[in-house]
């Protein structure tokens, strides 16, 4: 194969996968299994954390109740939850998560169940800048036939919407440290993870959770 012959192959191979990854990226998320079973109540599990800040389980947890409830879902109160676990030996989101659908459902009546996993959480400097990052994914299963009803993603950064000053080196530098600084001290992470818990399961957003039966939108989704 001649070099002119191998590069266009090359950039045909290239632009493929680039298709495949733009088509996987944005395809549409199946709900058959969601809205066969269209779920009343939904009982979170503390998130599991990923990351190395160990108050990012029940930062996050503590947000998931409201975009959940104004979906038109009954939420089993997550303080409850938490604290039910605990009384039967279980401290670890990783434990919890581990427990059957069907035990779940015994335990805690609830129609579906939302696991969260947490991969980022946390302001991290990067030279001349920092940011508070935070990523975390999340699966609905059905606790009736142990379904996976829903997936999805969702990261938010302190950094979104703000654009890098054209200053000096030392000035971008003295600004990355303020603002961990800050970040450290008002726990800055705690209110990104209300933002991306919100991206995460409010409903009418592109492959998000669908609307519950308390919602006025409930079906026409």
Not at 4 to 13: D, P, S, Y
Not at 154 to 164: F, K, N, R, Y
Request: glycine fraction near 8%.
């Amino acid at each position: 194969m001649n070099l002119k012959r191998h590069f266009a192959v090359l950039g045909a191979v290239v632009a493929l996968v680039a298709m495949t990854g733009c088509a996987t990226k944005n395809a549409p998320f199946d709900y058959t299994d969601y809205k066969a079973s269209r779920p009343r109540s939904i009982l979170v599990l503390p998130p599991v954390n990923n990351s190395p800040e160990v108050q990012a389980t029940y930062s996050m947890l503590s947000y998931a109740t409201l975009p959940l409830a104004e979906a038109g879902y009954y939420v089993l109160p997550v303080t409850l939850v938490a604290e039910a676990f605990k009384e039967n030996g279980m401290t670890q989101p990783t434990d919890m998560h581990a427990t059957s659908a069907d035990k779940l459902r015994q335990i805690f009546g609830a129609d579906a169940a939302l696991y969260i996993t947490i991969s980022k959480y946390g302001t991290t400097y990067q030279v001349i800048t920092s940011a508070t990052v935070v990523s975390a994914e999340a699966k609905l299963v059905d606790l009736k036939t142990g379904k996976l009803l829903w997936t999805g993603a969702a990261t938010a950064s302190s950094e979104e919407g703000q654009s890098q000053g054209q200053g000096s080196l030392a000035g971008l530098l003295i600004s990355a440290i303020v603002k961990q600084v800050m970040a450290s001290a008002l726990d800055q992470g705690h209110r990104i993870a209300g933002v991306t818990t919100a991206r995460l399961l409010s409903p009418g957003r592109p492959n998000g959770m669908l609307y519950g039966p308390r919602s006025p939108n409930y079906g026409k989704d």
